[in-house]
């Protein structure tokens, strides 16, 4: 009896052992995780305003200039100095805001001439009076303004001989800004050169000079 007994008690642990095996293997059919879809593929969009690019403007520059000399000085064989001048030209930033702006640009004020620049008579019978524009006397262009530091004019800037064109005025980039406007004048001077010998004496002779085109250059 103690055997029956025995082999009893050690039947019940393989018993107990094939049923983990059965639940193990009744377990594998059951349903997988379930995963996320795949991404779907799309597109966004968007509308940003930008600030417009600054833009320099000129205005102001005269058709015509007059020259005379000082007091109505008469021409009397020596240098006879004459001039005249343009004054409320504007030269100006337009924009919103020039101080971030990548692309903005600085300015020069540029004069020129055509080649060999005189003062003639338009009258082909006398032309005792005509005279070219020398670089020994040349036709100096003063430019004269209020406007900040920024703002650089070259005294010696001038229109004679080889010298055609001249950059009286200008701004850099870098000094470029919203507020960059500059209202300025212009003087012109010439020399009536000694040893003339007009035909007619006593008379006033109508000279006119060289054409001067003026323009605003943007600059890097």
């Not at 600054?54 to 005269?62: F, I, K, N, P, Y």
């Not at 406007?147 to 650089?152: H, K, L």
């Not at 980039?173 to 050169?193: D, E, I, L």
């Amino acid at each position: 009896m103690n055997k029956k007994k025995i082999f009893a008690a050690i039947a019940a642990p393989f018993a107990i052992v094939g049923l983990i095996s059965a639940l193990t293997v009744t377990s594998a059919g059951f349903a997988a995780v379930p995963t996320a879809p795949e991404g779907v593929p799309g597109t966004t969009s968007s509308s940003v305003g930008t600030k417009p690019q600054c833009a320099w403007t000129l205005a102001g520059v005269e058709a015509t200039m007059a020259l005379v000399s000082e007091g109505d000085a008469l021409y009397s064989g020596i240098d006879l100095a004459i001039a005249g001048s343009d004054s409320d030209i504007s030269a100006s930033v337009s924009g919103t805001d020039c101080a971030w702006y990548e692309y903005k640009k600085g300015a020069t004020i540029t004069i020129d001439t055509p080649a060999s620049p005189k003062f003639t008579i338009n009258d082909v019978s006398d032309t005792t009076m005509d005279f070219d524009l020398t670089e020994l006397k040349p036709m100096s262009l003063a430019i004269t303004h209020a406007c900040g530091p920024e703002f650089v004019d070259d005294a010696t800037a001038s229109i004679g001989g080889a010298l055609i064109s001249a950059e009286p005025f200008s701004i850099t980039k870098t000094a470029t800004t919203t507020a960059s406007t500059c209202t300025y004048a212009m003087s012109v001077g010439a020399t009536v050169p000694a040893g003339k010998s007009p035909k007619n004496a006593g008379s006033s002779y109508a000279l006119v000079g060289p054409a001067l085109t003026t323009t605003l250059t943007l600059v890097d």
